[in-house]
């Protein structure tokens, strides 16, 4: 059985992603919380990034659990100084290979949810519900907020599936018979 790329993928990452001249830590649930709650449009992939989410992103994503480093007064003015001509294209498209580098979580088959019965509990974030599960079984709150993001994902499914849950992954074999649907689409 070959093992599967996205797996494969998600435990092993490069270590040597700098933006803006700064080192950027492995992508986390933390650091994708964090993305999430300024609604950085280098997380969700949009158009129309400018410097000033780009150092905000990378600010994030170069601290670690539980803290974050948001520049502010003399540091934010020399570091806007240090990076006022720096190409905002190539430095996107750093952070954009760093977020593909961690991010890479099992390709799940999507079942349809029968309604549920009885009144309706507002799920939880994401993350925290990701984190909550992976300190549950036992990673700890320091470890599950701060491993790969990739890793998180994986360890998420892998218990979830070991208590029961009904999980279906998409095998490598799929994978890349839905690649090759999607490059004819775009041709």
Same mark, same amino acid.
């Not at 797996?7 to 986390?28: A, M, T």
């Not at 905002?88 to 949810?113: G, H, T, V």
């Not at 974030?125 to 992976?134: H, I, N, R």
């Given at each position: ?5 996205? &797996? ?8 040597? =992603? /700098? ?24 997380? =969700?992939?949009?158009? @129309? ?42 430095? +996107? ?8 580098? &961690? ?28 984190? +909550?599960?992976?300190?549950?079984? @036992? ?10 993001? @990739?890793?998180? =994902?994986?360890?998420?499914? +892998? &218990?979830?599936? =070991?208590? @029961?849950?009904?999980?279906?992954? /998409? ?5 890349? +018979?839905?690649?090759? /649907? ?6």
């Amino acid at each position: 059985m070959a093992l599967d790329k996205l &797996f494969s993928e998600s435990i092993v990452n490069r270590d040597d =992603h /700098v933006v803006l001249g700064c080192k950027l830590r492995p992508l986390s649930l933390w650091h994708a919380t964090l993305l999430e709650l300024i609604n950085s449009p280098l997380w =969700h992939g949009n158009r @129309g990034v400018t410097m000033t989410d780009l150092r905000l992103a990378t600010a994030i994503c170069s601290g670690s659990w539980p803290e974050y480093r948001i520049p502010s007064g003399l540091a934010l003015v020399w570091w806007s100084l240090k990076t006022r001509k720096a190409n905002l294209a190539l430095e +996107a498209a750093k952070f954009s290979a760093y977020i593909r580098d &961690f991010y890479a979580p099992p390709m799940l088959w999507e079942k349809e949810l029968e309604k549920a019965k009885g009144p309706q509990l507002c799920s939880l974030p994401q993350p925290l519900d990701m984190a +909550a599960w992976l300190i549950r079984n @036992g990673l700890g709150e320091d470890r599950s907020w701060s491993m790969p993001i @990739g890793m998180a =994902h994986w360890y998420y499914v +892998a &218990f979830a599936r =070991h208590r @029961g849950a009904e999980i279906d992954l /998409v095998s490598p074999g799929e994978q890349e +018979a839905i690649e090759q /649907v999607k490059q004819k689409r775009h041709k």
